[in-house]
């Protein structure tokens, strides 16, 4: 009876495909899903910009930050309130240019925490205290992929990505792949930035064949895509 039951199980796992198969062609769907969806606006586009700001929340964000006590994460969500505040004074300054951001967070998998939407500071706060804790590897290139049709249904011109990560990818492809593809399939549309926190700037070197900018200091996104007077024109 053991021996008929130790069959069975075995011919049923045969039916089914191996889980690590399932797996990979889940993922293959995953991707598909993302890298099908037309490089065009859904709707009429008007002036404006969208930000889709993906947060590195692998393993690795629970350790310290260089020259600082206090795990990655937390000096990363640090910098991030910052970069609100600094979004506050320039929608008061300005508040004829629309800002619409997104709020995505990555290690293994890729999440959503806030679809692109208008800028509304109590609800990036909210976002921004609930971003999971750091555990799993860094998915940097799908998460990448994953943002990009957002931006296109977000309505205005300008479309960033602004990739805050502590580590080079160990998961699905390699962001040097999605963002050249980006770049070239929106005609220089796409924007990335990343933000090479305890990383040295150099591993995104390629960021500057594809209209983007790695750097070690996160300040604000406006100082990365030079949200300028001139530009906004």
């Known amino acids: 009876m053991r021996t008929l039951t130790l069959v069975a199980v075995v011919l049923s796992t045969l039916a089914c495909g191996s889980p690590g198969r399932r797996d990979g062609e889940r993922e293959q769907r995953s991707r598909r899903a ?3 969806v037309p490089y065009q606006a859904e709707h009429e586009e008007s002036v404006g910009a969208a930000v889709a700001i993906l947060i590195d ?23 991030l309130e910052q970069m609100l505040d600094a979004t506050d004074a320039f929608v008061q300054k300005r508040p004829d240019f629309p800002i619409k951001i997104g709020i995505y967070s990555f290690s293994s998998n890729v999440r959503t925490l806030q679809p692109i939407a208008p800028y509304n500071r109590d609800d990036l706060r909210r976002t921004l205290a609930a971003i999971p804790r750091p555990g ?42 999605v963002v050249r593809e980006i770049f070239a399939k929106s005609e220089g549309g796409v924007q990335t930035y990343f933000v090479a926190f305890d990383t040295s700037p150099e ?11 790695g750097r070690k200091d ?15 024109k």
Do not use: C, H, W
């Open 218 to 232: 996160i300040r604000t996104y406006f100082d990365l895509i030079e949200f300028d007077e001139g530009r906004l």
């Open 136 to 177: 799993g590897g860094t998915a940097i290139g799908e998460a990448i992929a994953q943002a990009r049709p957002d931006l296109y249904r977000a309505g205005v011109f300008r479309k960033y990505v602004l990739v805050l990560t502590d580590g080079e990818n160990t998961s699905g492809r390699s962001p040097e792949r």
């Open 57 to 79: 929340t692998s393993g690795s964000m629970r350790e310290p930050a260089p020259g600082d006590r206090r795990p990655k994460y937390e000096v990363a969500r640090e910098a």
């Open 34 to 36: 993302y890298d099908d």
């Open 203 to 213: 591993t995104f070197g390629f960021l500057k064949e594809a209209g983007g900018e």
